[in-house]
């Protein structure tokens, strides 16, 4: 079995610290996993993504041309992104930042206002860890428990401070009640 | 010694990151170096890491410098590096023929990016030829070693230091900026090989002993002459010692896949697709691209019809099983010219075409 993420946003929403927390949640689940950035003239303010492939087996490739679950925390990607998921596949998507529109039929659809809440929780750098507690909800690939470990490996021991308040937005975002779509 | 990178439990890490760690496990002395994405991140981890545990690290003024350092380290026996991509790597060309010349044990790791001239910060394979051949005056062979993964960028970090000093050769890891950037879970185990002893050569300072020379000049053209045959001895002996290879589902292929580094994992992926569909498909990776597994590719040649080269690049690797074929089974070639590698179904689609 093998599924893939795309994970994307503004550059500064830290699309690709949280395709690390998830690479590693698949890690410590005994997946193998390997995790891409786009990369090239990249910079603040621009758009930036990571795919994350987690399989049982050798993980098949990256680079993939579809994907099973995106996680679009603005505009921009939410557009890019769009067609390239698999029939049957999510668009899990930041509605605080992007429009609440259905265009496609044969695909799930999420949103969740991922900003906003991390606004409430009084730290909007947080909206990145909250979009991989909804991540997790809807995809049903990884547990909150996994994710949680994986936050605490990820975060260096100088940030540890850090750690009660991102496993909150990570639980803020899971238990974020996902309207029937 | 250093303990906190040994670890049984598997770590997420970039693999330049991994490549750069490695090479402190293998107890490597002094990093010479000047950036150039998509390696970078390998200079920056020995920044900081080689200061800490005393060793020398140290940001050359050009490329030229870095490599030229780096020979001059290893001249005195210690384990010395440097690392760079293709059009920097393309600078370093002369210093690499003087350091097989001078046989000394030279590190360096090449993180392939787009070319030719300045080209773009994306993988490639474009510097299959650079490393295999070199640019370098005269005749003369790298060990060049290929990873396919982040775990093999650590394996093989270890082995080119061990084989570096094991032949006295300047030993390249060829990586590209897939592998650079991808993170995957690896293992950073102890450095698995014996210290390979150097007193007998090394310039350490003649006290209570003879002085000694390593220099790449032989003013008598039998000496040169000489010298160069038993270089080609050594280079025997490495191919005999040292090739090595991963093969799958080729007992029974018609059809034998062929293909090193990162676009290896997209082609093995293809060559399962193949096989589920019915087709007779094997698939081939050369890990030491040289010493070039050719005999066991010729042995295979009496087995199958037809070989397909899969590389990112306009086509370099395939003469090198060509050679090895000699004619014996027909050789085409499935390519992309620079970028990520062509996906797995794209390249079963090519070899449905092909047949």
């Known amino acids: 079995m093998e599924k ?22 698949f890690m410590l689940a005994n ?3 390997t995790w891409y950035p786009s990369y090239g003239a990249e910079m603040r303010g621009g758009t930036v993504n990571c795919e994350i492939v987690a399989s049982d087996e050798e993980v098949s490739a990256v680079n993939k041309h579809d994907t099973d679950f995106i996680v679009a925390l603005n505009q921009a990607s939410f557009d890019k992104f769009l067609s390239k998921i698999k029939k049957g596949g999510y668009m899990i998507a930041n509605s605080t930042l992007a429009k609440e529109i259905k265009t496609r039929a044969d695909i799930n659809y999420v949103f969740a206002p991922i900003t906003k809440l991390a606004e409430e929780l009084g730290n909007v ?37 850090l750690l009660p308040l991102n496993l909150k937005a990570l639980k803020i975002g899971y238990e974020y009640d996902l309207l029937p779509v | ?72 380290a290893c001249s005195t026996g210690v384990k010395a590096m440097t690392s760079s991509s293709s059009c920097a790597v393309a600078l370093m060309q002369e210093t690499l023929s003087y350091a097989t010349a001078d046989e000394l044990p030279l590190v ?18 474009g510097d299959y030829f650079q490393a295999t051949k070199g640019g370098g005056n005269g005749d003369y062979k790298l060990i060049v070693l290929a990873p396919s993964n982040v775990q093999e960028c650590v394996d093989l970090t270890y082995k080119a230091f061990h084989l570096a000093h094991k032949y006295r050769n300047p030993t390249v890891l060829l990586a590209d900026g897939l592998l650079g950037q991808m993170m995957e879970p690896v293992e950073f185990k102890p450095y698995p090989y014996a210290e390979i002893d150097n007193s007998d050569w090394a310039l350490t300072g003649a006290k ?8 790449s000049y032989a003013p008598l053209a039998d000496n040169q002459c000489k010298f160069v045959e038993k270089l080609f001895e050594k280079y025997k002996t490495i191919e005999e010692n040292e090739t090595e290879w991963e093969e799958m589902g080729t007992e029974d292929a018609d059809i034998i896949l062929v293909s090193f580094g990162s676009t290896s994992r997209n082609v093995k992926t293809a060559m399962k697709l ?38 990112v690049n306009m086509g370099q690797m395939i003469n090198d099983v060509k050679l090895a074929v000699n004619g014996k089974a027909s050789v085409e070639l499935i390519h992309k010219a620079v970028g990520a590698p062509p996906s797995p179904e794209e390249i079963q689609s090519q070899v449905e075409e092909l047949i």
Not at chain 2, 284 to 307: D, M
């Open chain 1, 31 to 33: 997946k193998n996993v």
């Open chain 1, 125 to 161: 750098k947080m909206a990145n860890i909250l979009a991989l507690g909804v991540l997790a909800k809807a995809s049903k690939a990884i547990s909150l428990e996994q994710l949680s470990e994986a936050l605490d490996s990820v975060l260096p021991a100088h940030r540890k401070n």
């Open chain 2, 1 to 72: 010694m250093i303990t906190e990178d040994i670890t049984n439990k598997k770590v997420l890490s970039k693999g330049n990151y991994a490549i750069a760690k490695a090479s402190i496990l293998a107890g490597c002395d002094c990093y010479f170096g000047y950036p150039i994405t998509p390696q970078s991140e390998i200079g920056e981890y020995m920044s900081g890491k080689m200061q800490e545990l005393g060793r020398a690290y140290v940001s050359a003024e050009s490329e030229l410098a870095a490599i030229s350092m780096t020979l001059g």
């Open chain 2, 108 to 125: 360096l790791i090449s993180v392939m990016r787009g070319g030719p001239g300045l080209g773009n910060i994306y993988p490639s394979q």
């Open chain 2, 208 to 215: 209570n002993r003879k002085s000694r020379v390593i220099r």
């Open chain 2, 274 to 311: 193949c096989r589920e569909k019915g087709l007779k498909v094997g698939f081939f990776r050369p890990i030491t691209l040289f010493p070039f597994p050719n005999k066991r590719l010729n042995e295979l040649a009496s087995k199958v019809k037809k070989f397909i080269t899969v590389e």
């Open chain 1, 4 to 25: 893939n993420f795309i994970i994307a946003g503004f550059g500064g929403q830290g699309v690709l610290l949280a395709g690390e927390v998830l690479a590693t949640a």
